[in-house]
């Protein structure tokens, strides 16, 4: 049997997914980010407002904390937004998206950093809040508009992260058809069911573009190595 079809995969899958494999390597001998405590406490939060947000007595408390909706005021939910991201959407899978948290953000904390990976998560997220308010007042019928019964609606909560950060490491290790693929499936899940929580995925998608083409640009003219954003470490050849 050829082993040409085996090489060329492989190929394939070196080119898209190496120098991201190359940093998790790399990321992974600290023994201290081995341990993940960014990714695990997303997990851990994610459970425990999950659970407290079921209960009668939980409900209000989560709500108060981190309950972020568009026709609450501005600065009250921007108070709300750090702790919004472990607060679960009403119409999303909570238990299920436990897996994507955990591997998302453990990628991200390995091989980003602790603080860098809050900072994206956060920035993907609070796009997704501050999109809310304004497709509330364009409307319905503006291709971006949101009805205004969206504005009782608590924002997408863990998954505006999971899908920000995904999409921010597949373009800063050029693992661009993984990025095409996740971009792809947020546009197809907007065209299929048309909610809130879609909308403020390709919202956290485009900042977390946004940010990738600063950095792009940010290197260019400062002419340091490719892939060396803004002082992370350069992706090994």
């Given at each position: 049997?050829?082993?040409?079809?085996?090489?060329?995969?492989?190929?394939?899958?070196?080119?898209?997914?190496?120098?991201?494999y190359?940093?998790?390597?790399?990321?992974?001998?600290?023994?201290?980010?081995?341990?993940?405590?960014?990714?695990?406490?997303?997990?851990?939060l994610?459970v425990?407002?999950?659970?407290?947000?079921?209960?009668p007595?939980?409900?209000?408390?989560v709500?108060?904390?981190?309950?972020?909706?568009?026709?609450?005021?501005?600065?009250?939910?921007?108070?709300?937004?750090p702790?919004?991201?472990?607060?679960?959407?009403?119409?999303?899978?909570?238990?299920?998206?436990?897996?994507?948290?955990?591997v998302?953000?453990?990628?991200?904390?390995?091989?980003?950093?602790?603080?860098?990976?809050?900072?994206?998560?956060?920035?993907?997220?609070?796009?997704?809040?501050?999109?809310?308010r304004?497709?509330?007042?364009?409307?319905?019928?503006?291709?971006?508009?949101?009805?205004?019964?969206d504005a009782?609606?608590?924002?997408t909560?863990?998954s505006?992260?999971?899908?920000?950060?995904?999409?921010?490491?597949?373009?800063?290790?050029?693992?661009?058809?993984?990025?095409?693929l996740?971009?792809?499936?947020?546009?197809?899940?907007?065209?299929?069911?048309?909610?809130?929580?879609?909308?403020?995925?390709?919202?956290?998608i485009?900042?977390?573009?946004?940010?990738?083409?600063?950095?792009?640009?940010?290197?260019?003219?400062?002419?340091?190595?490719?892939?060396?954003?803004?002082?992370?470490?350069?992706?090994?050849?």
């Open positions: 049997m050829s082993t040409f079809p085996t090489t060329t995969t492989a190929l394939l899958v070196r080119t898209e997914w190496g120098p991201l190359d940093a998790v390597r790399a990321g992974g001998a600290d023994w201290r980010r081995r341990a993940m405590p960014v990714a695990v406490a997303a997990v851990f994610t425990l407002l999950h659970y407290l947000d079921t209960q007595w939980g409900h209000g408390f709500q108060a904390v981190g309950g972020v909706r568009a026709e609450d005021p501005l600065w009250l939910s921007l108070l709300r937004t702790l919004s991201l472990f607060v679960p959407a009403l119409d999303l899978p909570a238990w299920g998206g436990l897996l994507q948290i955990l998302v953000f453990g990628i991200a904390e390995l091989c980003l950093g602790r603080r860098r990976t809050l900072l994206v998560a956060y920035a993907a997220t609070l796009a997704g809040t501050l999109y809310a304004v497709g509330i007042r364009l409307g319905p019928d503006v291709p971006l508009g949101l009805p205004a019964s009782h609606v608590v924002d909560g863990p505006a992260a999971v899908v920000g950060l995904a999409v921010f490491m597949c373009c800063r290790y050029r693992a661009y058809a993984t990025a095409g996740v971009v792809a499936s947020m546009v197809a899940e907007v065209t299929l069911k048309e909610n809130l929580a879609g909308k403020e995925h390709l919202a956290a485009t900042a977390v573009l946004v940010m990738c083409g600063v950095m792009e640009s940010r290197q260019r003219r400062s002419g340091t190595r490719a892939g060396s954003w803004s002082g992370l470490p350069p992706i090994k050849s």
